[in-house]
């Protein structure tokens, strides 16, 4: 038995993988394209738009909202008509996520704030 070609019990050995110079460049051009690609749409202004849409400013955000901490076995949906008891739970929970960047899951101790229209 060699190191280079292993046979299994009545099997063929197997061939070494060779690749052509045609294989090299063909494997050259389909990692580069994507690569190329990105960065001719970056530099076209069409990859990144919200970071070059930001424009920096010397005023700060001086928003303020009410917070509530989650206590155990409080739910999303539980915190939505607490606070907005006339409102659609569905569209409260929808910004109560937006606002603190969350997807649905909250922990016990969690604080989590509150949108201005809903605060009292």
């Known amino acids: 038995m060699t190191a280079i070609a292993t046979t299994v019990a009545g099997a063929a050995p197997m061939p070494r993988l060779r690749m052509t110079a045609r294989g090299r460049r063909a494997l050259a051009l389909l990692v580069a394209a994507p690569v190329l690609a990105v960065g ?3 530099g076209a202004g ?4 919200a970071v ?3 424009v920096a400013s010397s005023s700060t955000a001086t928003a303020e909202f009410d917070h ?3 206590v155990p ?3 999303l949906w539980q915190i939505a008509q607490a606070v907005a008891p ?3 739970p569905r569209d409260v ?3 109560i996520e937006l ?3 969350i997807a649905g899951a909250i922990q016990p101790g969690e604080r989590l704030a509150i949108p201005a229209q809903y605060a009292d």
Do not use: K, P, Y
Not at 46 to 49: A, E, H, I, W
């Open 40 to 42: 001719a749409l970056t």
């Open 46 to 49: 069409l990859v990144g738009d």
């Open 52 to 54: 070059a849409g930001a």
């Open 68 to 70: 509530i901490t989650v």
């Open 73 to 75: 076995g409080q739910s």
């Open 86 to 88: 006339e409102a659609d």
């Open 93 to 95: 929970i929808a910004e």
């Open 99 to 101: 606002l603190n960047g």
